[in-house]
């Protein structure tokens, strides 16, 4: 591994909340241009198409053998075993797997993305000419971006080959175990759907409506929805003071602005 592809791995991007809520894509040096998907462009694919783009991306080496329905196999394997594997090997090496992803990046991806068996990494091209590629170093970062950029919160994905403390390693184990076990928990609430999200943004705010909305970017929508949401808080807040008073006599007039986005 070179000194560039290790510093890739140490030193994930975090987007800023104005780069999250931009419609332009967000350039990852030596990739290519990350875009955030537009409501009509997830409407094109489907929901149910766009949920399993996302799901794929999530994906650990667990949740990729009970995928393919390979989950017991993958339990019998030692520590050691499940060290040497590398989830983009196993996606890219697969042939199916390997077209599925690509058509997953395309979605997000503003340049063009070829799978090369050769180079065992997908090119980015843009006019015939590569630009850019992804393989097993950059992977986890390109997910990271896409799912910062989609509102979607990823988890970290550790290598335990790197791991040389054999403490820190059951450590490493329980978390991942503990991951696991809460990713079977049941599902969000469906109010929080984002057919449903899309619905209540659009009959609440005062500029948006069921055909202008498909126009924002699947983040600027969960951004505009948390926002209506606060808002709804504060001019509830500020009636009851302004009626009835409170105890402290003290109303935060700044409130209708705070930061949101400290939760992404």
Known sequence: MTKNQKREEENPINLSYFELLSPAPVTIPGVGGIISPRLKDISSIGINTYQYYLTVLLLDLQSYFTMIGREKE??????????????FELLSLNPDCAALLQTILQFFIQEEVVYSREHRAFL?????????SISRENYPQVCSVICQRSCVKSSPREDLSKVKSKKALEIMKKLRKGRAAKGRQPKSDQNLELGNIISAVANRSH???????????????????SRLSANSIYEIQSMSVA???????????????KRIDTGN
Do not use: H, P
């Open 74 to 87: 993958f339990e019998l394997l030692s520590e050691e075993e499940k060290a040497q594997l590398n989830l």
């Open 124 to 132: 980015i091209q843009k006019e015939g000419k590569v630009t850019g």
């Open 207 to 225: 500029s948006l409506n069921i055909l202008n909305i498909w126009d924002l970017t699947v983040f600027q929508i969960w951004d505009c929805f």
């Open 243 to 257: 009626a009835w008073g409170n105890k402290d006599n003290y109303f935060d007039a700044s409130a209708w602005f």
